[in-house]
Each structure stands twice: as C-alpha cells, then as structure tokens.
C-alpha cells in the first residue's frame, strides 16, 4: 500500500509540473509517527479544489501539463490506505506556484 501511496503522490506531482522542474520527497519523525511530504512547484490548485479532492463525491480528473490523462481515483485511494494504517492526509496548493501533500502514518514502537 505504501508504495501505491507515493507512486501516486510522485507520479500526480510530475504529472502537474512543468517539464524539467524538481519534486521533493521528506520524511520527518513527528510525536511517534512519520510526516511525508511529496512537494512540486506545478500548476496548483485553488481553495474550492483542494476542499474536494479527498471526496468520492467530487471525483474529477483533470489534463496533465503535457496532456496526461487521469481518472480522478488516486487520490481516494490513497486517501483510504492511509486512514486504513491510522494516518491523515492533507494538501497545501497555490495557483501556479505547486502543491504540497503530506500524509502520516504511524511507527511501530
């Protein structure tokens, strides 16, 4: 399931950013879990996007900078392993300037 989660995560970053740009992946131990971060400096989104996108009600699927198609489902399941191990899932997105996904998920003791 982890590597689907950042298969999709990676892949929608590059899928969403301008050809030759750079995609940053973090690991970061916070109060007994790990915080990943999947961050890119492509088209972003606005509020009302990032509202919806976590929502089976709200499946939509939008066009790739070089005309990649989706399904508008990655995100759901990715969404659904992380809550299925415990974690959250969130995003931070400016217009034109990227998107940040995090996630969490908890460590073994």
Known sequence: ??????????????????QGSTIRVEATEKNNEVE??????????????MATIFKMD???SNE???GEIG???????????IEQ?????W???TINQGSDFYFTL????
């Not at 990943?36 to 009302?48: A, P, Q, T, V, Y």
């Not at 191990?85 to 899932?89: C, T």
């Not at 908890?106 to 003791?109: A, G, M, N, Q, S």
């Open 64 to 66: 790739g900078t070089n």
């Open 58 to 60: 709200n499946v939509v």
């Open 85 to 89: 191990h415990q974690g959250r899932v």
């Open 91 to 93: 995003c931070d997105s």
């Open 1 to 18: 399931m982890l590597k689907t989660i950042l298969r999709n995560f990676i892949s929608n970053a590059i899928k969403f950013s301008p």
């Open 36 to 49: 990943i971060l999947i961050s890119d400096k492509g088209i972003g989104m606005d509020e009302d996007t």
């Open 106 to 109: 908890p460590l073994k003791k």
């Open 71 to 81: 399904y508008g489902f990655g995100l759901l399941i990715c969404k659904d392993y």
